[in-house]
Nanobody, 120 residues
Framework: QVQLVESGGGLVQPGGSLRLSCAASGNIFSIGDMGWYRQAPGQQRELVATMTRGGHTTYADSAKGRFTISRDDARKTGFLHMSSLKPEDTAVYYC??????????????WGQGTQVTVSS
């Protein structure tokens, strides 16, 4: 009964900024590694950024220097702050996370996706 719910997507002009949120809820004991992915129309889903429970981050080359992944484990929420947005950033953005439930079962969950459109 774990769920990830994304918010913060929308229409933004090139060069603008946007912050995406991913809130986890349900029978959660702890949240492990998490990540953000995106999928443009007609394209494969690609990795954007990841963050371990310990705070280690990785970024796709396309995101490096412009995007920042973060997390607030107390609030069970992950974030992706995007700046200097480009039209090629237009995609549906998905969050995922490895979650340990209170039963100690561990599974990977995905959010429903949120649309980000960068256009003038």
């Amino acid at each position: 009964q774990v769920q990830l719910v994304e918010s913060g997507g929308g229409l933004v002009q090139p060069g603008g900024s946007l912050r995406l949120s991913c809130a986890a809820s349900g029978n959660i004991f702890s949240i492990g590694d998490m990540g953000w992915y995106r999928q443009a129309p007609g394209q494969q889903r690609e990795l954007v950024a990841t963050m371990t429970r310990g705070g280690h981050t990785t970024y796709a080359d396309s995101a490096k220097g412009r995007f920042t992944i973060s997390r607030d484990d107390a609030r069970k929420t992950g974030f992706l702050h995007m700046s200097s947005l480009k039209p090629e950033d237009t995609a549906v953005y998905y969050c995922n996370a490895r979650i340990v439930q209170k039963t100690l079962e561990m599974s990977v969950y995905w959010g429903q996706g949120t649309q980000v459109t960068v256009s003038s």
